[in-house]
C-alpha cells in the first residue's frame, strides 16, 4: 500500500488550494482552516501509513486502520485527479496562448467567456474551485482521525519491528501442476547427483520448486523484495525448527545456523529474490557464509524473475552453476491452465464446448505465458456467456477508456490484428505512460495529442505511411521519451516545443520552418541527441542557435551530414566550430564531416577545458581531414574508432612545440578501418612518454590500413587483436609482458603475410583460446617450434580455430594442438579433399573436439575419414554452400545434431528421412536437419 501513499500530493494540494483561493474575489475562510489543519496532520498521516503500509498483519488485526487507510486512499487519488485537471488546463491553456492570434470576433468572444468565468467565481460557482474544495474537505474529514491510529501504530511499532510479510510464499503446494513435468525431472535429477562441482541452480518459477521433495533436511525460504539479512537466516533457521528463533545478532543467527547444517547434507531453496543488492554484495555473503559447513553434495535453489539476481548469487558462492530457465508453456499445456481458471467451480465444464473452442483460440495468441493464462481464465470466468467471451478487442478497449479516465500508465497488447486504437483514448488525460505492441497498427489516434501529461510514447511497428504520425503531437509539452518506428521523429514540425524530451535519435534537418536547427534551442533536458542532415545549416549563426553548450544533460552526441558529396569545406567547418557540445559529453561521433580542420573547441588549447569527459569518440567518413584532435591527451577516454579517413597520416602529431605525445593512458578499445594513408602512430620524430603506448588496451583492430609500418608495442592488457588487409609480411609482437594475456587473436585478408610467430611466443601466450587465420594464401610458417617447447609441456590451449586453408593445421604448434573444442574450415573455393596428413590430425583432437564447421567450399567433395574415430564430436555443420558434396564418411556415435545446408541434391536424396539409400548410417543421430 506504500507505493500509492505519495506525500508530495497532499503537499502540492495544500499549496495549490491556498494559492487558487488567492485568485478568488471573496476569501474561503473555511476552506482555509481546512488547509491549515491538513498540513498540521500531514506529517503525523505520514508517519501511519510509512509504518502500516509494510505491516500487513497489523492490517489485518485492526479492520477500523485498514478502513481508515483505504480511505486515506481513494482521498488521495481523487486529490491527485483534480490536481491533474487543474495542471492539463494549465497546459491546454497555454497551448492556446501560444496560437496565431485569432480574428476580432474571436478576440471577443474570449473577453465574453472572461467575465462570465470572474462572475462565477464572485458567486463561488467556479466548477475548478467547487472540485478542489470537495477533495480538500474529505481528505481532512479522513486526517482527523489520524490521532488514534498514530497512537496504535506507537504501540505496535516495536513488536512488529523484524517482521517482514510482502510477497510470502509457502514451501506447500497451491494447486496441482501443470504442463511443468519434463522441468520437474530436471530438477530432481540435478539433485540428485552426487558431484560436489554443481552447487546451485538459478531457475524461475516458484510452483515447479514447490512439488520438490528428495534431501531430509530441507529449507525454504521466501526472500521476495524486503531483503534483510538477519531475517532470511533467521527464516531458515525456523524452517529448520519449526519454530520462530528469537536472537538478536547476525553472529548469533550465523552460529546457530552452521551448527545445525553442520556436516550435514541439506536442501536450501532462496524463492522469489527480487533485489539485486549490488551496492552491498556483503550482505549476500553474510547470508551464505554459514552453509560453507554443511556437507558435500548440499544443494542451493534460487528462483527470481531477473538475470543480474541469478548472476549475483552465482558470484557470491564462488561455485559452477547451473542456470535454468522456464520457458512458456506448450499450447496444449496453457489451454489446460486457462480452462482451470475459467471453467473454475464449474461442476461440468464438457458442457460449454463452444466455449472451450473459444478457449482453444485465445491460447494461440498467448505465447505460451501462464501468467496470461490465469489472469484471462479468471477474467472469462466472471460470465460464461458467449458474447462476454468473444467480445471486440476495439470495443473493450472503447469501454476501458469510457472507465479509466484515471489511467496513469496504459500498455496495449493486441492479441488481434489491431490496426486502429479508438479516439476515446483522448478521456485519459492523466495518462503518463503508452506502449503500444500492435504491428499492424496504421496510425496513432488523433485524439492522443491531447494528452498533455503524457511522459512516455512507445510503439515500434513496421514502416508505415507519413500520415502516421500526429500533426500537432507537439502539444505533448510534458514528453520524455518517444520510440517510434524508423525515423518518425524527423516528421515532427516545431520539435523544439517538446523541451521535456530526453532522448532524439535522429533528427533530420531541414531548410523548412519547424526543422531547422534553431529548433533544438530550449530543449536543455536532452541527454542523448543525433542530428542528421547537417548540410542544411546554412552557415554559423544558424548552427551556434541549437545552443549545444548549454544542454547540461547531454551525454551523448552524434553529428551528421547526410552524404559525402563535394561542397563548401569552409561550411562543414563553420558549423562543426559552433556546435561545441556542453563539459559534461561522455559519448561524440561525427560522420561524413567534409572540413579539412577538425572543430576549434577539439583543438589542442581548447580540448581539455570542452571535452575533457568524454569516454568514446567515432569519426567516420570524413574524407577530407587530414590531422586528427589531439585524442591522446583525454584523462577519461576508453573507446575511439576512426574509419573511412584517407588523409590521416598519424595518430597522434606535434602539437604548439611538444616533442612527445601523450599515450591515451585510459583507451581500452581502438577501432581502426580505412584509413589508407595512415603511416605510423606517431609523426616522426615524436616518441610516447613513458616509451608506452595504451597502456590499458583491451582490444585493437585494424583493417585496411596498406602504409601502417608495425603494431605499436603491445600493451600489457591486450586480449583482442584482429588484424585485416595489412600489407605486412610478418607480425610482430612486440611486448614486454610475460605471458602476453591475449586471448583472441584473428588475422585474415593479408596476402602478403608470410609467418605469424605463435611458435615462437609460445610460452607467453598461454591466455590464448580464440585463433582466426583465413585468406593468407602466402603463409608457409607458424614461427620456430623447438623441441624444448615440447618438453616443458608448451602447446597452445586453443578452444576455437576458424582457417580457411587446412594446411595450417599442419605447422606447429596447431600441428601438436590436443585441446581444441570447436573448428571452422570455411572461404576456400579450391579445397578439393583433405590430405592422409590432414586426416590424421584430426585424431589428435578426437577427444576434445565437439563442434566441426565445414562452409563455402565450392570444391570440397569429400569430408575426413577420420571423422568415425571423434568420439567428442558433438555437432556438425555442413554448409552454406558447399554444393560438390555428395555423401559422407562414417560419423561418429557420440553425434548429435547435424546439419546440412547447400550440399549436392545427391546428398539429401541418400539421407532422406523417408527411404534414402544411406539413412540408417545416420539414423542414430537425435536432431538431423536439411535445408536447401
Excluded at 494559492?19 to 481546512?34: C, F, P, S
Excluded at 558431484?195 to 520438490?212: F, K, M, P
Excluded at 460449454?352 to 494461440?364: D, F, N, P, T
Excluded at 583482442?720 to 594475456?741: D, H, K, Q, V
Aim: hydrophobic fraction near 40%.
Amino acid at each position: 500500500m506504500a507505493e500509492w501513499f505519495g506525500a508530495p500530493i497532499i503537499e502540492k494540494l495544500i499549496n495549490t488550494g491556498f494559492q487558487y483561493l488567492g485568485d478568488q474575489v471573496r476569501w474561503q475562510t473555511g476552506m482555509k482552516e481546512e488547509l491549515e489543519r491538513l498540513r498540521e496532520n500531514h506529517p503525523k498521516i505520514q508517519a501511519v501509513v510509512n509504518f502500516a503500509s509494510s505491516q500487513e498483519q497489523i492490517r489485518d488485526r485492526n479492520p477500523a486502520l485498514n478502513e481508515w487507510l483505504w480511505q486515506l486512499r481513494d482521498a488521495i487519488d481523487e486529490a491527485d485527479d483534480v490536481l491533474d485537471d487543474l495542471e492539463y488546463m494549465k497546459l491546454e491553456k497555454q497551448l492556446t496562448k501560444d496560437k496565431k492570434q485569432r480574428k476580432v470576433r474571436s478576440i471577443m468572444k474570449s473577453i465574453n467567456k472572461r467575465l462570465v468565468k470572474i462572475a462565477k467565481r464572485a458567486l463561488k460557482i467556479d466548477p475548478n474551485l467547487k472540485k478542489l474544495k470537495a477533495v480538500v474537505q474529505k481528505l481532512d474529514r479522513v486526517s482527523t482521525t489520524v490521532d488514534t491510529f498514530l497512537y496504535l501504530v506507537r504501540e505496535l511499532k516495536q513488536e512488529h519491528q523484524e517482521q517482514q510479510l510482502e510477497r510470502e510464499t509457502g514451501s506447500l503446494p497451491t494447486n496441482d501442476l501443470i504442463g511443468r513435468d519434463e522441468q520437474k525431472d530436471f530438477v530432481m535429477q540435478w539433485l540428485r547427483k552426487l558431484s560436489n562441482e554443481e552447487h546451485q541452480a538459478l531457475v524461475n518459477g516458484t510452483d515447479l520448486y514447490r512439488n520438490i521433495s528428495l534431501l531430509s533436511i530441507k529449507m525454504w525460504v521466501c526472500v521476495s523484495n524486503n531483503f534483510d539479512v538477519k531475517k532470511v537466516i533467521a527464516d531458515m533457521l525456523e524452517s529448520l525448527k519449526n519454530e520462530r528463533i528469537h536472537l538478536e545478532t547476525l553472529d548469533t543467527l550465523q552460529n546457530n545456523l552452521r551448527t545445525e547444517i553442520m556436516s550435514k547434507k541439506f536442501l536450501l531453496i532462496l524463492d522469489d529474490i527480487w533485489e539485486e543488492e549490488k551496492q552491498d554484495i556483503s550482505k549476500w555473503e553474510k547470508v551464505l557464509a554459514p552453509l560453507a559447513y554443511g556437507k558435500i553434495g548440499s544443494r542451493i535453489l534460487v528462483t527470481t524473475r531477473m538475470d543480474s539476481v541469478a548472476m549475483m548469487i552465482a558470484k557470491v558462492i564462488k561455485k559452477n552453476t547451473k542456470i535454468f530457465r522456464l520457458e512458456g508453456l506448450q499450447e496444449y499445456q496453457c489451454l489446460q491452465l486457462l480452462n482451470s481458471h475459467a471453467f473454475a467451480d464449474v461442476e461440468n465444464p464438457n458442457d460449454y464446448q463452444r466455449l472451450r473452442s473459444i478457449a482453444g483460440e485465445i491460447v494461440k495468441k498467448l505465447s505460451g505465458s501462464p501468467l496470461a493464462a490465469k489472469v484471462i481464465g479468471g477474467v472469462l470466468n466472471s460470465s460464461l456467456d458467449e458474447r462476454h467471451w468473444t467480445k471486440d478487442l476495439c470495443n473493450a478497449l472503447i469501454e476501458i477508456f469510457k472507465v479509466s479516465r484515471s489511467l496513469r500508465l496504459l500498455y496495449i497488447c493486441s492479441l488481434e490484428d489491431l490496426k486502429i486504437i479508438p479516439e476515446e483514448i483522448g478521456n485519459l488525460i492523466h495518462l503518463r505512460y503508452l506502449k503500444i505492441d500492435c504491428y499492424d497498427l496504421t496510425m496513432l489516434p488523433r485524439s492522443l495529442s491531447n494528452l498533455y501529461h503524457l511522459q512516455y510514447l512507445i510503439h515500434y511497428g513496421h514502416t508505415v505511411g507519413d500520415d502516421f504520425l500526429l500533426s500537432d503531437i507537439s502539444n505533448l509539452l510534458n514528453l520524455r521519451y518517444m520510440g517510434l518506428p524508423v525515423n518518425y521523429i524527423s516528421l515532427i514540425c516545431g520539435i523544439g516545443k517538446l523541451k521535456s524530451l530526453q532522448e532524439m535519435y535522429m533528427f533530420d534537418l531541414r531548410d523548412t520552418s519547424g526543422y531547422r536547427i534553431g529548433e533544438l534551442e530550449n530543449m536543455n533536458d536532452l541527454c542523448k541527441l543525433g542530428i542528421n542532415c547537417l548540410e542544411n545549416v546554412k552557415d554559423a549563426e544558424e548552427a551556434s542557435s541549437a545552443k549545444l553548450s548549454a544542454k547540461w544533460r547531454l551525454t551523448d552526441l552524434t553529428l551528421c551530414w547526410s552524404n559525402t558529396d563535394s561542397r563548401n569545406i569552409d561550411l562543414d567547418e563553420n558549423v562543426l566550430n559552433n556546435l561545441q557540445p556542453p563539459k559534461c559529453l561522455r559519448n561524440l561521433s561525427i560522420k561524413r564531416y567534409m572540413g579539412a580542420r577538425s572543430a576549434i573547441w577539439m583543438n589542442n588549447v581548447n580540448l581539455l577545458s570542452n571535452i575533457e569527459k568524454i569516454e568514446k569518440i567515432e569519426f567516420t567518413d570524413c574524407l577530407e581531414c587530414e590531422t586528427l584532435p589531439p585524442f591522446g591527451q583525454l584523462p577519461f577516454l576508453k573507446s575511439l574508432t576512426l574509419s573511412n579517413m584517407p588523409k590521416v597520416k598519424w595518430l597522434e602529431s606535434k602539437f604548439n612545440g611538444n616533442d612527445k605525445c601523450h599515450a591515451f593512458p585510459t583507451l581500452e578499445v581502438l577501432h581502426i578501418s580505412y584509413l589508407k594513408a595512415l603511416e605510423d602512430w606517431f609523426e616522426a620524430g615524436v616518441p610516447a612518454e613513458d616509451g608506452c603506448l595504451f597502456p590499458c588496451l583491451i582490444e585493437l583492430e585494424l583493417f585496411d590500413c596498406p602504409k601502417l609500418k608495425e603494431l605499436p608495442s603491445l600493451p600489457s592488457v591486450l586480449k583482442s587483436l584482429r588484424i585485416e588487409s595489412t600489407g605486412w609480411t610478418t607480425l610482430n609482437f612486440c611486448s614486454n609482458s610475460n605471458p602476453i594475456p591475449l586471448e583472441t587473436l584473428e588475422v585474415f585478408h593479408c596476402p602478403n603475410i608470410t609467418s605469424l610467430p605463435l611458435a615462437d611466443e609460445i610460452a607467453r601466450l598461454a591466455a590464448l583460446r580464440y585463433l582466426e587465420i583465413r585468406y593468407c594464401p602466402n603463409l608457409i610458417s607458424l614461427g620456430r617450434y623447438r623441441q624444448v617447447e615440447t618438453t616443458n609441456n608448451c602447446h597452445l590451449m586453443l578452444s576455437v580455430l576458424e582457417i580457411s586453408d587446412p594446411s595450417v593445421l599442419l605447422m606447429e604448434p596447431l600441428r601438436s594442438i590436443a585441446s581444441l573444442k570447436k573448428l571452422i574450415i570455411e572461404n576456400n573455393d579450391e579445397l578439393v579433399s583433405f590430405t592422409n596428413e590432414a586426416e590424421q590430425w584430426f585424431l589428435k583432437v578426437r577427444s576434445s573436439l565437439s563442434e566441426l564447421r565445414f562452409s563455402d567450399l565450392k570444391s570440397l567433395q569429400s569430408l575426413p575419414s577420420s571423422l568415425e574415430s571423434l568420439f567428442s564430436l558433438k555437432k556438425l555443420y555442413i554448409g552454406y554452400d558447399v554444393p560438390m558434396l555428395r555423401e559422407l564418411p562414417n560419423l561418429p556415435s557420440s553425434l548429435e545434431y547435424l546439419y546440412i545446408w547447400g550440399c549436392h541434391p545427391e546428398l539429401k536424396e541418400l539421407y532422406r528421412e523417408d527411404g534414402g539409400f544411406d539413412r540408417h548410417k545416420i539414423a542414430h543421430i537425435p536432431h538431423i536437419q536439411f535445408v536447401y
